[in-house]
């Protein structure tokens, strides 16, 4: 009875002193990530072709009839009801484009959201829209802009693909965000670039 | 399990903390229950606390120490955090030379002096017009006075950064300055600001330039209460530039006009509007300009040092593990002293489990008095430890005993009521006869 107790009472008391430690932060704490992972071999990167909003042979970019292109979507695995994806945006358009929104078949709901550090406080606040300048680029990253999808209808495993469907003033985004370790800070192949 | 799991995220972050407390704290009722059924120990508990009072005053301070500094330490670190978060509150986003953004944060929010390029008048004409911003400031940085650092802004960032002034009134003519609520001069009072900062600052570089204090700016808590705003339309007039107009206009502030704009190292934006920061951070994030938030820049660097907190956390509750165990062996010791007494009780009937409840009670006394005094211990070495950093780094800190150190405390004493139970073995397994036999 009492090394069930002692068992249960150590368990107990290893979890506060990790769990509080991270001040309460949205996200997981993250640590030096290992971010050079080996690139699969023989990946045809056929970017730059607008194949609509389907996804191309190649899920790193997607690209949208009128001009928005989505570079290395990313998110971070989770046992979480909710995640962050993360994504490189180019309006290639002639004139601007507005981000209204988004969803997801895996998940309930979906919204933009933007880090701000307010009084000492971390979290994500929601936006209702975000406009592009035309030939502007902008990168959804930890701690900046990110698309959060709430009510995951099951946890996200690392090599997993996530479609999100990222809504604009000018039509629909379709894209596939993979599926990074729980940690991680960047996609794999963050800083290299398709042409 | 998932529903379970459903439940617990839907509480409130206050009743979680609420409900993980009464957890940590469970297992001392639990074992009082199961050792003190039937028995009342409370006589012999008192007597033997009031006893040997002054050893254990001594374990129980020992104990509040241990308790004390640990919970202070955990709770400092959170207030610096805190503090150090908010002095980026009034800096939306930060516009500079490409550069390290590390450095331009330090030198634009904390005031910790650094060279940087300068932006000219291109990069004001692009910011200018946009229309999504609400404040633009130059900061123009690079002087100082009685070691507090001068600034040259506009009377909007002014405002921006302090809300109503304290004092006076904000600066309304090139030769006019605002203080800081902690900076060394008075209202009225007339001073040249030095070129360059700290000891080894020249005082006479800039003779012949005077600038009287108009007004003082309320607290910030933050290193700016130390400084004093001026018009960037004098620093630029310090040294020699031209002043931000063009020759004929007669006013300070915003617009500048670009064709006579001598440069500044850095530009804080302000937006009403969250999305409308990204905006612009975006816009002008490219090229000849670099902007970021200082905001996450902060976060990031709390999430790099991540570890290190949780490393420290985990220092404290073995330290405290440490002079716990010190502690009960020392009980122990004593168990082996009381045997006598003990053997006494138990040749006159009492059971076995009458000593084990009475050495574990007692234990359990100490150390509780010790966690409750520790509480206090913790709040008193965080309040001075913020005095400490407050004189260092100019930042305003509320230190405050928080959940984190409450769970912390709580993990500690139900621990120690496990290893309480040490002693309280060391009194049980003791052999009545040969006790007995023992000369006093």
Sequence with gaps: ?195 | MTALGDLWAALPAAAQDALLLAALLSPAPVLAALLLRGLSVGGLTGALLWRFRRTNLLFAALMALSVGLGAAVIAQERALRQGAARAADAFDVIVAAPGDRLRLMLAAVYLDPADAPLLRGEALARLQADSQIDLLAPLAFGDSHAGAPVVGSTAAFVAHLSGPLAEGRVFAAEDEAVAGARAPVAVGYSFTPAHGHGPLAETDAHDGVSLRVVGRMAPTGTPWDKAIVTPVEAVWNTHGLANGHAPGVDRIGPPFDPDYFPGTPAFVIHAQELWRAYAVQARHDRGDMMAFFPGAELARLNALVGDVRQAMSLMATLTQALVAAGVMAGLAALARLFGRRFALLRALGAPRRFVLAAMWSYAVALVGAGCLAGLGVGWLSARLLSALVEARTDLALAPALGWPELHLVAGFFSLTCLLALLPGLAAYRRDVPSDLRETA
């Design chain 1, 1 to 195: 009875m009492r090394h069930a107790a002692a068992l249960a009472l150590l368990i107990a008391f290893a979890a506060p002193a990790a769990a509080r430690a991270d001040g309460g932060q949205v996200q997981p704490a993250l640590t030096e990530a290992d971010v050079g992972k080996a690139h699969e071999a023989g990946h045809d990167h056929n970017a730059g072709e607008p194949d609509g909003d389907d996804h191309a042979d190649d899920d790193h970019v997607a690209a949208a009839p009128f001009g928005l292109v989505a570079l290395h979507p990313w998110t971070r695995a989770t046992a979480a009801r909710e995640a962050l994806v993360f994504v490189e945006l180019e309006n290639g358009a002639a004139g601007p484009v507005t981000l209204t929104g988004a969803r997801s078949p895996a998940a309930t709901s979906a919204e933009i959201v933007a880090f701000r550090l307010v009084d000492g406080v971390a979290a994500y606040a929601p936006i209702a829209s975000l406009p592009l300048d035309p030939g502007a680029e902008i990168t959804l990253a930890p701690f900046g802009l990110a698309i959060r999808l709430e009510g995951l209808s099951e946890p996200l495993a690392r090599g997993a693909r996530l479609p999100v469907t990222l809504l604009t003033d000018a039509g629909a985004l379709d894209f596939v965000a993979e599926v990074e370790a729980a940690d991680a800070r960047a996609h794999s192949h963050a800083g290299h670039s398709h042409d």
